[in-house]
């Protein structure tokens, strides 16, 4: 499986972005999707989740309120919707894949099986 994220850019602080992470080389339809971000000198952390049904989505506290995880299995897509957007956003983010068929599978726990390249989200103040 490989991921292509795409989306990311240079925005002021209360702008929205939306990121997309398309899928190649297999279905993810039945995968836990995730998304997570690093920002510089820190860790990667992990953003949100979403099962493979999209009946359930998990978020990181920072995030709860303002972003938004979907998905298109159809399209092979799963998408990140970022709204008020703050300076302590930007960071490189990324998607990743779970085999898992439940659940969000080890996702939230900054684990995943495949994971795509990353996208530039930097916000200023």
């Known amino acids: 499986v490989q991921l292509q994220a795409s989306g990311g850019g240079l925005v002021q602080a209360g702008s929205s972005l939306r990121l997309s992470c398309r899928a190649s080389?297999?279905?993810?339809?039945?995968?836990?999707m995730g998304w997570f971000h690093q920002a510089p000198g820190k860790e990667r952390e992990f953003v949100a989740a979403?099962?493979?049904?999209?009946?359930?989505?998990y978020y990181a506290d920072s995030v709860k309120g303002r972003f938004t995880i979907s998905r298109d299995n159809a399209g092979n897509t799963v998408y990140l919707q970022m709204n008020s957007l703050k300076s302590g956003d930007t960071a490189v983010y990324y998607c990743?894949?779970?085999?898992?068929?439940?659940?969000?599978?080890?996702?939230?726990?900054?684990?995943?099986?495949?994971w795509g390249q990353g996208t530039l989200v930097t916000v200023s103040s």
């Open positions: 990743a894949a779970d085999v898992a068929s439940y659940g969000f599978g080890t996702l939230p726990a900054g684990q995943g099986d495949y």
């Open positions: 080389g297999r279905t993810t339809s039945n995968y836990a």
């Open positions: 979403i099962n493979w049904a999209a009946t359930r989505t």
